[in-house]
Each structure stands twice: as structure tokens, then as C-alpha cells.
């Protein structure tokens, strides 16, 4: 079940992931201008921040389009996950890891404050 963006919203987070694609490393900016919108709408939103479980060097996204990352930085919103591996319509936050990711059970996935991660690197509007 893909999420319910009103038009407007939907162009939003379309733009945000054409600006921050997949192979960009810029998970964080795309994950603070989701937030953004996502947020009026669900003030429950949040960030997540999937990293390895144990030392590693890099995750590793199913998606072939993807580079290796050392975390990756996405939003949980209306018990959706989006990123650029989910496009806008989002996947279940409980399917997540298991559809987007190579290695799930060597994974975790934590709460985090997106505007945060990797401030001075990307920037929002980028």
C-alpha cells in the first residue's frame, strides 16, 4: 500500500528525489526536505538511519542503481519509510529493510534527527 500524497505533495517529494537521486550519497538532504512535507501531515514523522549491526564497511541496497553506503538516511512517516529506494509511494516501515536491503538481519534501523546528519554537507535546497 503506497502512500495518499495529495498532488502537491507528491510533485514535492518527486522533485526532492530528482535533486537527491539514488546514486547522489545525498540521503540526508532528500530525507530533510521529505521530512518537510511529510511532516504538516503527520506531526509523528521522523528519521530513521539504517547502519550494520556490527563493524562493517559498507550496507548494501538490492536496488542496482544504489552504491554501497556506510548508513543511509530516510523518513518514517504514516507508517511509511521514503527515500529514493521507495520513490514517493513509500513502503511499509515494517517491510522496509526486508524489500530495500541485502543482508537484513545484519542491519538496525534507529530513530534520528535528519536535520542533524550531515548538516554541513548537504545542504537542504541543494
Known sequence: ?????????????????????IGSGQCAALARRVHAIAEPRDPKTH??????????RF???KSPAAPRWFSHT???TRAHAVDALTNA??????DYIETHWEYPD???IEKVD?????????????
Not at 528519521?47 to 562493517?56: D, F
Open 74 to 76: 530516510l523518513v518514517a
Open 59 to 61: 550496507i548494501v541496497p
Open 114 to 126: 535528519v536535520f542533524t546528519v550531515d548538516p554541513n554537507i548537504q545542504n537542504q535546497d541543494a
Open 47 to 56: 528519521g530513521l538511519q539504517v547502519r550494520p549491526r556490527r563493524p562493517a
Open 1 to 21: 500500500m503506497s502512500l495518499d500524497w495529495d498532488a502537491q505533495e507528491k510533485q514535492g517529494i518527486e522533485a526532492a528525489i530528482a535533486a537527491h537521486p
Open 89 to 94: 509511494a513509500g513502503c511499509l516501515t515494517t
Open 106 to 108: 545484519q542491519l538496525i
